[in-house]
């Protein structure tokens, strides 16, 4: 082992990681050495997993240099990536022929796998590509080249569209729901079909069908954007649909965001009050020639079953309307209207980058019962956004009406006044003669309960099925303990996620809000990006940010803004924007995005909005750089007992304002650093020097006492940094002291998040993980202890006595105190992202061990694959089992271990291969490892 160990005391000598040895020769041939003496015979190494911007294999994306990403596979520890080369051709053999190859990248030294740019010649609209890549990896092993993955462009240029906007004859312009119009045309194909694409776009949501299909399985699309600045079309490979001779194209319109209710003040027709559609289907056959299908006069119109479909109401669908076979071939549609061609703008059409609302689960009843006041209910077991597909046969003519609450009240009856106007409500009228089977179409429900009414015959559980639907963004986070609440706490939060991830982010999915309020998304995207891939969810979001974005740099409270200008309360008009905490989602998230996915183009794109938000908030905070005075939201919903009691908190707005207005300068100078503009960086880092010592001079004690005192004040000044370093620990101490003396938690919407991180951060674990499991009011377990399967809105939205939070805003779905499952992952597990090599390509391996638990399992799929940490104390010895993806490096710290006693898989550390580095580090030993699988345990002393 002489080499081994001249490595490891060389490493030692030099404490960095495998990244920046990769950087320096002399570094370069201890590892290579390194690794050639732990490798092992037979092993492959494969470029895997190939995506492209934020898929695999997307079908029309409209980024003219697309972003290409692979992981590699490698049973061989310490694997890293030396080069790679990347080649691009329009068909799937081309790829591998030279003369058909359109773009090769040669073989590029660099140890990159995530998200390179497409640097070959323009990319033309409509066409597929295929790519391919290899790797070499440190060792000198060569990859093969994967097996090949695509990306198709979409309708690039405005002159692509040939199709017309169109719509139904007489619906529009309407002050109240109508039936949902249905649009049809029949046209012939004459021979074989190679390739069929439908474009499609609507005001208001769509349906799309060919030959009496569905096409495609996205639902609520074509999803919400800032419908006048930015429209999104969806397309479909409809290739298998076409058939020779006669075919039919079929459209459903529904109200959707577009034109319905959206918003609490009960306003419609946000974005215009007429609903049309935009589609072109390009078929082309095997011989070269092609055929266009698209919406424009020659289309028909009607009403059928759908009398009413509404985002917040709910649908109402009368079967004996139903006109069989209306989009397929052979139906007569004399008796329909011709369509009017309408002159809506077509500039502004936009390939999608996040996934698409698809149906994601489903859910059976877990009871169906009668409640004290005689109605019967099925229980779904779970509080889940989506709705119910109804199975029923019975007398042509009955109406089922299904109701959907979240809640039981005390007596156990079905409680909807939290809706406030939001009717959710489901009406289905039997045609009669069999089994019908039924989901509404332009309308989701967020429910655990559902009241029914009028169905007929015994209602058993497979009458109803609950459709669970959100934004397809997978699954990358698990997360389990020994501690069965706080499993039921990650539960929640993940089913927080789910129903609030539906197409944008939205507050609560359930009462006549369901909006994207921009200081939810803001504290929750952490942990939203460790359970799941949310990278091209939030990319989406952040355009329409800025597009909704005014010009002097306020962010609107909600994006899409449907709220705008209004009413203040003395009379006067307000805009909604510009508020701390909420609008610095557009400098915030951004920043969470980098780091969590590397995605450094998000954060090139965003820059300008992201300065024009920080400029903002310099001007109102004005020469003093004390901003004051504002509206703000403040440490919403915190929690000070009844006395206190007002939705803004008790922590000064002004302090929470200025704290972010530096907080944003921060980040606007780690931006500009990772953006090479260093004299922006050079100027943000002086700005935030004279912040924070506005801040001190205004709101903090010689003493340490920050503002009010209040946790919130301390959680900012000190996850912020904006404290003198002197004061730090004695503030620090200060909140501690709070928390231990109350014994819980008194935060809102902005301090919540932050304040684990906080005590844990000042070495105040074991306050940490007191609030943490703490079970009685107010705390993140009590709401586990009534029985929640989803975050609550407010700490006391089910008061220990029995009753409700005032009706008018109680949401049981809520995602923004789950915000502590970035500390879960974090600290808990201990999976961090190293600032420096962000998307994890450095990752931070440091439980914390606390809180009575004896085991804490994570893992997260991170952009070069899946890392996990799973620690557990059995029979006096501690275990760490730690999982490092290909091509990334770790450090991780194993608690209260010795190097001299540490193992790794049964040996001594020492001799042990793949490991990089060892150092003891206070009372932790600090372990350097490259990719692959490390079991470390050690026996505990008393
Ligand atoms: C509520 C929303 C949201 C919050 C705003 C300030 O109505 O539900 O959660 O961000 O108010």
Not at 129 to 146: E, I, L, M, N, P
Not at 415 to 429: E, G, H, K, M, W
Not at 548 to 567: E, H
């Amino acid at each position: 082992m002489p080499l081994l160990n001249t490595c490891l005391r060389n490493e030692r000598r030099r404490y960095q990681s495998l990244a920046s040895y990769l950087l320096g020769v002399a570094g370069l041939s201890i590892l290579g050495g390194c690794a050639i003496q732990g490798r092992q015979s037979d092993t492959a190494l494969r470029a895997t997993e190939l995506r492209v911007e934020y898929r695999a294999n997307p079908l029309a994306i409209d980024v003219r240099s697309p972003r290409l990403s692979w992981q590699l596979q490698s049973i061989t520890r310490a694997t890293m990536q030396s080069a790679y080369q990347i080649r691009v051709s329009e068909s799937p053999e081309g790829v591998s022929r030279s003369a058909d190859v359109l773009w090769d990248s040669g073989r590029i030294s660099s140890d990159q796998s995530n998200q390179l740019a497409y640097g070959g010649p323009a990319l033309r609209s409509g066409q597929r590509y295929f790519w391919q890549v290899r790797v070499w990896d440190t060792t000198g092993r060569q990859s093969a080249w994967s097996s090949p993955g695509w990306w198709e462009m979409g309708l690039l240029a405005p002159s692509d569209w040939q199709a017309k906007w169109i719509g139904p004859p007489d619906a529009g312009t309407s002050s109240a729901p109508e039936a949902v119009p249905m649009m049809r045309r029949a046209f012939t194909s004459r021979g074989e079909v190679r390739r069929a694409r439908a474009y499609v776009t609507s005001h208001g949501l769509y349906q799309l069908f060919l030959n009496g299909q569905r096409v495609g399985d996205a639902e609520l699309t074509p999803g919400w954007t800032s419908y006048n600045k930015r429209l999104q079309y969806q397309t479909y490979d409809v290739t298998r649909l076409i058939r020779s001779g006669a075919n039919v194209a079929g459209a459903l319109l529904g109200d959707g965001w577009f034109r319905g209710v959206i918003g609490f003040a009960g306003h419609r027709n946000h974005y215009g009050d007429r609903l049309a559609m935009l589609l072109q289907i390009e078929i082309t056959y095997r011989d070269g020639t092609k055929r266009l299908v698209i919406s424009d006069q020659n289309w028909r119109a009607a009403t059928g079953p759908i009398l009413m479909s509404e985002i917040y109401a709910g649908e109402t669908y009368d079967a004996r309307q139903e006109k069989t076979g209306w989009s397929a071939p052979g139906y007569d549609d004399s008796d329909w209207k011709s369509v009017i061609r309408l002159d809506d703008p077509q500039e502004h059409l936009v390939a999608p980058v996040s996934p698409p609302v698809r149906k994601q689960e489903e859910l059976t009843p877990i009871r169906i019962f009668t409640t004290p006041a005689g109605q019967t209910v099925a229980d779904m077991g779970q509080n889940m956004v989506g709705w119910i597909r109804l199975k029923v046969s019975g007398p042509r003519g009955t109406t089922v009406t299904l109701r959907h609450a979240e809640v039981l009240d005390a007596q156990g009856n079905f409680y909807t006044d939290n809706l406030r106007t939001a009717a959710q409500t489901v009406r289905y009228t039997l045609k009669g003669g069999g089994v019908e089977i039924y989901q509404p179409h332009f309308t989701f429900q967020g429910f655990r309960y559902v009241a029914v009414e009028g169905y007929p015959g015994r209602l058993t559980p497979e009458g109803l099925t609950g459709v669970v639907v959100h934004s397809d963004i997978g699954r990358s986070g698990e997360l389990e303990t020994s501690n069965a609440l706080i499993n039921q706490l990650q539960h929640n939060i993940i089913w927080g996620q789910k129903g609030n991830f539906v197409d944008i982010p939205t507050d609560c999915p359930q009462r006549d809000e369901r909006l994207g309020w921009t200081g939810d998304a803001e504290v929750f995207a952490p942990t939203a990006a460790f359970n799941a891939d949310v990278d091209g969810f939030f990319a989406k979001w952040l355009q329409d940010l800025a597009a909704d974005q005014y010009s002097d740099g306020a962010v609107p409270y909600v994006v899409p803004d449907v709220i705008g200008v209004r009413t203040d309360p003395k009379g006067g008009t307000m805009r909604s924007a510009g508020a701390a905490g909420w609008s610095d989602s557009a400098t915030l998230i951004p920043w969470d995005m980098y780091l969590a996915y590397g995605d450094r183009r998000l954060l090139a794109d965003q820059y300008e909005s992201m300065v024009k938000w920080l400029e903002y908030e310099h001007r109102r905070a004005g020469d003093a750089l004390v901003w004051s005075g504002d509206f703000q939201f403040g440490d919403w919903l915190d929690f000070f007992g009844p006395a206190k009691h007002t939705n803004f908190g008790s922590t000064s707005t002004d302090m929470i304002a200025t704290a972010y207005f530096a907080h944003s300068t921060d980040i606007l100078q780690r931006a500009a650093l990772v953006l090479d503009k260093r004299d922006d960086a050079m100027r943000y880092a002086a700005l935030l020097e004279r912040v924070k010592a506005a801040f001190q001079a205004r709101f903090v004690q010689p003493d340490g006492v920050v503002a009010e005192g209040t946790q919130t004040a301390y959680v900012l000044a000190l996850d912020f940094d904006l404290l003198p370093e002197s004061l730090r620990p004695l503030a620090a101490a200060r909140l501690a002291q709070d928390v231990r003396e109350r014994g819980h938690l008194t935060t809102g919407f902005l301090g919540t998040p932050r304040l684990l991180a906080v005590l844990s951060r000042y070495g105040y674990l074991r306050e940490a993980y007191g609030l943490l499991t703490r079970e009685d009011f107010p705390s993140w377990l009590y709401p586990v202890k009534q029985g929640a399967t989803t975050i609550w809105e407010r700490w006391d939205g089910l008061k220990p006595d029995g009753t409700f939070e005032e009706q008018s805003m109680n949401s049981f779905n809520h995602y923004a105190y789950g915000a502590v499952g970035d500390w879960m992952y974090s600290v808990m597990a201990g999976i961090g992202v190293d600032p420096a090599a962000p998307g994890y390509k450095h990752i931070l391996i440091q439980p914390q061990l606390g809180g009575g638990l004896s085991s804490v399992s994570a893992s997260h799929i991170t952009p070069y694959g899946k890392v996990s940490s799973r620690w557990r104390v059995v029979a006096g010895t501690f275990h760490l089992t730690v999982q490092i993806p290909a091509n990334a490096t770790a450090t991780v710290r194993v608690p209260a271990a010795r190097t001299s006693t540490l193992l790794e898989s049964g040996k001594h550390i020492d001799v042990s291969n793949g490991i990089l580095a060892v150092q003891q580090v206070g009372p932790d030993a600090i372990v350097e490892v490259g990719s692959g699988q490390y079991e470390f345990s050690y026996l505990i002393s008393h």
